[in-house]
Nanobody, 124 residues
Framework: HVQLVESGGGSVQVGGSLRLSCVAS????????MAWFRQAPGKEREGVAG???????SYADSVKGRFTISRDNAKQSVYLQMNALLPEDTGMYYC???????????????????WGQGTQVTVS
């Protein structure tokens, strides 16, 4: 089974940028659909962005035009470039993986069965 480890979180001012990384081990992620989710205090976890094995992507409306998801299969890594950050982007960010192929990466929590431990992002 694939294991996921996130990094790159931190505290940033409004309008700033962060780049999150997710490194996978235990299996080759080339065939996996990967995604980023986030959870703010007191709220449910929500999908932020996803990327299929063929590179097709999907984004939550709230981050379109500001966030970019990418992957480097050779490095077993997935990234989330976050620009123009807002206070409402604050939360714990999780990397997720699913082995079922698809056309459009789902941003539904139950579609993924492998999760990382998360990395905290705070925007103020």
């Amino acid at each position: 089974h694939v294991q996921l480890v996130e990094s790159g979180g931190g505290s940033v001012q409004v309008g700033g940028s962060l780049r999150l990384s997710c490194v996978a081990s235990g299996d080759t992620i080339g065939r996996y659909c990967m995604a980023w989710f986030r959870q703010a205090p007191g709220k449910e976890r929500e999908g932020v962005a996803g990327i299929e094995s063929d590179g097709s992507t999907s984004y939550a409306d709230s981050v379109k035009g500001r966030f970019t998801i990418s992957r480097d299969n050779a490095k077993q890594s997935v990234y989330l470039q976050m620009n123009a950050l807002l206070p409402e982007d604050t939360g714990m960010y999780y990397c997720a993986a699913r082995s079922q192929p698809g056309v459009v990466p789902p941003l539904v929590e139950t579609s993924y069965n492998r999760w990382g431990q998360g990395t905290q992002v705070t925007v103020s």
